[in-house]
């Protein structure tokens, strides 16, 4: 998998060992030193930028979307196609009403015209190979800057902050993380740059679940990261255990599903302290986080270009409205997306937030494209669809897939190849899969050419048919 030389890159290369050496170092340094100057200079922008006028925020949309626009241009093939066909120019874009002079692309377009769309050789050192790993059952592949982690963490860590977080407080993940067995059994990882203790998301009996609410009190002041699905089944066994609320937990930071109220409800009386929820996705284009006074989301206008459209391709202004989520990205620069359609939906609530004062575009509840199937493991555990969201190259000679599950502990991953699979194709995937869920689910893989759908035409990701035991 191409992988630049960045930072971030380089440090998730680092062997544990090694990690748990520096981190003795590294832990009297202040976060912000460790995560570089690019990561605190966009912090300082992101700040400020919060409280900007809608003027002001609509100049910085603006400005940003001549260069990208221009940059597409001159830089890609498609683009100039696409641009021409319509009669577009970047040097005629004066306002933001002409983006919708511009056609919609969506994930088939990315697929069949990703050589034309990028600006740069992807050959180079600060390129990175991105992936969605399938939310819809599809894999989307393409390529990322190498320097985006920085801005996109500038942003994450300043929403945060909207709750009890400050940068440098220890953070319990769970979620897709990889996590090794110490000698003693025990699933955890300790990042010392981000202050980060992983846990795993493919280990949640109730013995496990207990071992990491004991390890989580004797971690200080710190927010639990996880999956909405993971935090739910975690509060459901702290809940039915009768264990008592951990103090320290001081936010639970929910991003990547769908969240649900009852979700919130057991896990906010679990762990005594609120969520918030962030929306984001692989392909950098919308970023929009709660606000600390409401359940709604307040969209990051400097971000990306944010907008709500209805079935007609409208922008959603009323209220109470739904619309596609479809966006236009600010910080990748190699492959430009230009009105994408993400497949996720939203309700329009409004421009102007009167608890907080914030003028950005508020939406209300976020439907994802990701579905919260689950398979059941042998032991009971449930993993949940997220946790297999795979980010490398994988599913790269995979149009479709989906898991049928009968007997907890297996599952059979079906598979709609791009071409004619190879058996050490078929193998390199499946070992890829099974290594990815450590033997809590075995899996077989079959070829298809098609899979199954509701109804009403939907595709689920999961085709369960098996009980979790009680």
């Given amino acids: 998998m191409k992988r630049a030389l960045s930072r971030k890159n380089l440090w998730e290369k680092t062997p544990r060992c090694l990690k748990s050496t520096l981190g003795r170092v590294m832990g009297v340094v202040p976060p912000a030193w460790l995560l570089g100057r690019n990561f605190r200079e966009n912090c300082e922008f992101v ?20 260069e990208i626009l221009k940059l597409a241009y001159e830089k890609t093939r498609y683009y100039r196609r696409m641009f021409e066909s319509v009669g577009f120019h970047p040097t005629d874009f004066q306002s933001l009403d002409q983006m919708s002079l511009l056609p919609i692309i969506d994930k088939q377009v990315v697929v069949e015209n990703l050589a034309d769309m990028c600006t740069t050789s992807v050959v180079g050192r600060n390129v990175d190979y ?21 801005i996109e963490y500038a942003y994450l860590t300043t929403s945060w902050e909207r709750t009890s977080y400050q940068l440098g407080m220890p953070m319990a993940v769970l979620r897709g993380r990889m996590i090794r067995a110490h000698r003693n059994g025990f699933r955890h990882e300790y990042d010392p740059i981000l202050r980060h203790h992983y846990y795993s998301n493919f280990h949640t009996t109730d013995e496990e679940f207990h071992c990491y609410l004991t390890h989580i009190r004797k971690i200080g002041a710190c927010m639990l990261h996880a999956y909405p699905s993971s935090a739910h089944a975690f509060a459901k066994f702290i809940l039915g255990a009768g264990e008592q609320v951990p103090p320290n937990v001081k936010g639970i930071l929910l991003e990547s599903e769908n969240v649900y109220t009852d979700q919130v409800h057991d896990i906010e009386r679990a762990f005594g302290a609120k969520t918030f929820s962030s929306y984001g996705h692989s392909e950098k284009l919308v970023l929009a986080a709660q606000c600390e006074h409401s359940s709604c989301y307040h969209v990051w206008p400097t971000y990306g270009y944010f907008e709500l459209l209805d079935t007609e391709g409208k922008q959603v202004r009323e209220i109470g409205q739904d619309g596609e989520i479809v966006g236009t990205g600010f910080i990748n620069s190699v492959v430009p997306f230009v009105r994408y359609r993400t497949g996720d939906y939203a309700t329009y609530a409004g421009e102007r937030c009167q608890a907080c004062g914030r003028e950005h575009i508020l939406i209300g509840p976020i439907k994802g494209r990701w579905p919260q199937g689950e398979l059941i493991a042998a032991d009971g555990s449930v993993i949940s669809m997220t946790t297999l969201n795979v980010h490398d190259d994988t599913f790269r000679n995979v149009r479709e897939y989906q898991f049928h599950q009968s007997e907890p502990g297996k599952a059979s991953f079906c598979v709609v190849p791009i071409a004619r699979f190879e058996e050490s194709e078929q193998r390199r995937i499946l070992a890829s899969m099974n290594q990815r869920l450590q033997g809590q689910v075995v899996l077989t893989l079959e070829l298809h050419a098609e899979l199954v759908k509701t109804a009403l035409g939907k595709q689920p990701r999961v085709v369960q048919k098996c009980m979790r035991a009680i």
């Avoid at 700040?47 to 001549?66: F, G, I, P, T, V």
């Avoid at 390529?143 to 920085?150: E, T, V, W």
């Fill in 130 to 150: 991105g992936s969605t790993g399938g939310t819809s059952g599809t894999p989307l592949h393409f390529y990322l800057d190498a320097n985006r982690s920085a």
């Fill in 47 to 66: 700040r400020r930028a919060q409280w900007w006028s809608a003027e002001q925020s609509r100049e910085y949309q603006l400005s940003r979307l001549r």
